[in-house]
Structure formats: structure tokens, C-alpha cells
């Protein structure tokens, strides 16, 4: 199944510096975090290893089709993220045939 909308993969990290994304070690590896890798592990999901940078924390951003920021969503720490019916709700609000 295809997304109905554009997704920009950024695999040279450019977006976060355009986006001004923070690096933290204390709150990137903080209890609250290790918490939750164990629960998602627990649950059955398997852990990929650390990717890059593992003090980079991450956002989340939805642009329309002018290329104007409509949604931003900083993260504190790597737990610190929207759920996926939030992003896809903010999508439907810029294109309701979503």
C-alpha cells in the first residue's frame, strides 16, 4: 500500500539543521527512555541498534504543497513524538480526500 501524499526521507540529516533539531546526551539516553525501549522490546519489537547520531533528537514536520511549514513537533527526547493518527489528522486537514 502507497502513501497518498509525499514522504521526504532526509538520510544526510540536512533538515535537522535547517530545522534548528537540538543534540542532547542526558535527555537522548535518559531512564525514561530506556524504559521504553524495554517495553517496545518486550512487546516484540526488535530493536535496530543506534542509527547515527544518538544524541540527535528528532521532530516531526508536515509541510503543504507550498512547501509552508503547517505542523512542527520538536522532540524533547526520543520518546517525545506524536502518534501516527495525530501526523495523519494534521495531513487530512491540509487534503480531506486523504
Known amino acids: 500500500m502507497g502513501a497518498c501524499f509525499t514522504l521526504l526521507l532526509d538520510p544526510d540529516r540536512a533538515a535537522y539543521r535547517a530545522y534548528d533539531l ?5 535527555r537522548a539516553w535518559q531512564p525514561k527512555v530506556w524504559l521504553e525501549y524495554a517495553r517496545l522490546m518486550m512487546s516484540g519489537k526488535k530493536w535496530r541498534g543506534i542509527q547515527g547520531d544518538s544524541t540527535q533528537l528528532g521532530g516531526d514536520f508536515i509541510a503543504d504543497a507550498d512547501g509552508i511549514l503547517r505542523f512542527a513537533h520538536r522532540s524533547h527526547d526520543p520518546t517525545d513524538r506524536p502518534s501516527v493518527a495525530q501526523l495523519l489528522k ?8 486523504i
Open 22 to 26: 537540538e543534540r542532547s546526551l542526558a
Open 90 to 97: 494534521e495531513i487530512k486537514t491540509l487534503n480531506p480526500t
